[in-house]
């Protein structure tokens, strides 16, 4: 079981192998569900503008990148249009932060304060996906009790809670 604490050196995160490799994996997933950065030769991506940046269809997408005026389609399009990139590029670096501190499978990783604070918008993200995706609710412990072992969805639900849990060790670090 991960175990997080603050030393004198940052914060130690303690993660056994298969936790390292879930985490690594739910990263690399996120990253793929992000997409590409635009290329360089697109002159307004070069500003942090998109041509065309509409709401996702993908409800872990629309849910990543919601419309900042529900009651507003053109003023959220517009929106959109001027800070869905810049978001989607911070979505990407918090992640690659995350895989490029995580090191080793297993064992520690040792954060500073600002890595851990991308750490936890990493593990945020990751956990609104997984929530998207299993359509999580106010009570969903109680539909994990309940679920049959077999259910394919029970290992997204304990990684669900397992990613919860250790956001909350960081944040307890941090503060």
Same mark, same amino acid.
């Given at each position: 079981m991960s175990h997080v604490k603050r030393t004198r050196q940052g914060i130690r995160v303690r993660l056994e192998a298969e936790e390292a490799a879930l985490v690594r994996a739910l990263m690399e997933q996120l990253l793929a569900l992000l997409g590409e950065a635009p290329g360089a030769d697109d002159e307004l991506a070069s500003i942090g503008i998109a041509d065309n940046a509409t709401?996702? !269809?993908?409800?872990?997408?629309?849910?990543?990148?919601? !419309?900042? @005026?529900?009651? !507003?389609?053109?003023?959220?399009?517009?929106?959109?249009?001027?800070?869905?990139?810049?978001?989607?590029?911070?979505?990407?670096?918090?992640?690659?932060?995350?895989?490029?501190?995580?090191?080793?499978?297993?064992?520690?990783?040792m954060l500073d304060e600002k890595q851990a604070q991308v750490w936890l918008r990493a593990l945020n993200d990751v956990r609104l996906a997984l929530g998207t995706?299993?359509?999580?609710?106010?009570?969903? @412990?109680?539909?994990?009790?309940?679920?049959?072992?077999? !259910?394919?969805?029970?290992?997204?639900f304990a990684a669900y809670d397992w990613l919860t849990m250790l956001q909350e060790s960081l944040v307890r670090a941090l503060w």
């Open positions: 709401k996702s !269809d993908d409800p872990v997408l629309a849910r990543l990148f919601p !419309d900042a @005026y529900q009651d !507003d389609g053109e003023a959220a399009g517009e929106f959109r249009r001027y800070t869905e990139m810049g978001l989607r590029d911070g979505k990407r670096e918090a992640a690659e932060t995350v895989l490029n501190t995580l090191g080793e499978p297993g064992g520690d990783v995706r299993l359509d999580i609710t106010e009570e969903w @412990y109680e539909e994990a009790e309940g679920m049959d072992p077999r !259910d394919p969805r029970a290992p997204m």
